[in-house]
C-alpha cells in the first residue's frame, strides 16, 4: 500500500511538470517500474538521479573520446563498467562517483584499454536481452527486480534477491551464449 502511495505522489508530481507528454507517459513507466520493485519509491527515484549525476560528472571528468564509462545504481550501489585509458583514469572514476550524494558503495569494474568496437557493443546488447528474456521465462527467477549489465562478455547482476533467485538467476547468465563470465553483486533479503 505504501508503495502505491509513492507512486502516486510520484506521478502527481510529474503531471505537475507540465507540457511534456513524453514525462508524462515515462513517469506513468516509471510508476509501474517502482511498483514491481523490491527497492522503496525514495531509492528507486535515488538510483535514477545518481545515475544521472553520475553520468554527467563522469562526462565532465574524461570529456575526451578515449573513455567510454557507465554507471549503473541499484540500491545506491553504483556499479562503473567500460574502458578508460589508464589506471589513473579508473582510480578517478571510483572517486567521482563516491563523491555523489546517497552512494552507498562503488564497485568499479572499469577496465584499463581500448574502448569498444560496436560489434562488442552490440554483442553485449544482445546477450543482455537473452539473460533477460530467460530470466523472464523462468519461474523461480524476480526478473523484473535484477539488473542485468553486459560489458565485453561479462555478466553484472544486481538486486535485492533471495539466495535461491540469485542461485537460478546466476545460473540462467551462466548458461546463456555469448557469456564468459557472471559477476553476482546481489543483496540478499533473506
Not at 527497492?39 to 553520475?54: H, M, N, P, W
Not at 533471495?162 to 537460478?168: F, L, M, N, P
Request: net charge neutral; charged share 20%.
Amino acid at each position: 500500500m505504501k508503495k502505491l502511495i509513492h507512486v502516486a505522489l510520484t506521478g502527481a508530481v510529474l503531471l505537475q511538470l507540465g507540457g511534456c507528454a513524453a514525462v508524462v507517459v515515462g513517469g506513468a513507466a516509471g510508476g509501474t517500474a517502482v511498483a514491481l520493485d523490491r527497492r522503496t519509491a525514495g531509492v528507486y527515484l535515488s538510483d535514477q538521479e545518481i545515475e544521472l549525476r553520475a553520468m554527467n560528472r563522469l562526462s565532465e571528468a574524461f570529456p575526451q573520446k578515449t573513455s567510454s564509462v557507465s554507471a549503473t545504481s541499484y540500491n545506491r550501489q553504483v556499479l562503473l563498467t567500460g574502458q578508460v585509458p589508464d589506471e589513473a583514469s579508473r582510480s578517478k572514476a571510483a572517486e567521482v562517483v563516491k563523491n555523489i550524494p546517497d552512494v552507498r558503495t562503488v564497485f568499479n569494474e572499469l577496465t584499463v584499454g581500448n574502448v569498444n568496437s560496436l560489434a562488442t557493443d552490440a554483442s553485449d546488447l544482445t546477450v543482455t536481452s537473452q539473460v533477460k528474456t530467460r530470466m523472464l521465462r523462468s519461474e523461480e527467477v524476480p526478473a523484473s527486480k535484477i539488473k542485468v549489465v553486459t560489458e565485453s562478455g561479462v555478466v553484472y547482476l544486481m538486486g535485492l534477491v533471495t539466495k535461491a533467485e540469485a542461485e537460478s538467476a546466476t545460473n540462467i547468465a551462466r548458461t546463456t551464449a555469448g557469456v564468459g563470465k557472471v559477476v553476482t553483486l546481489f543483496e540478499y533479503i533473506d
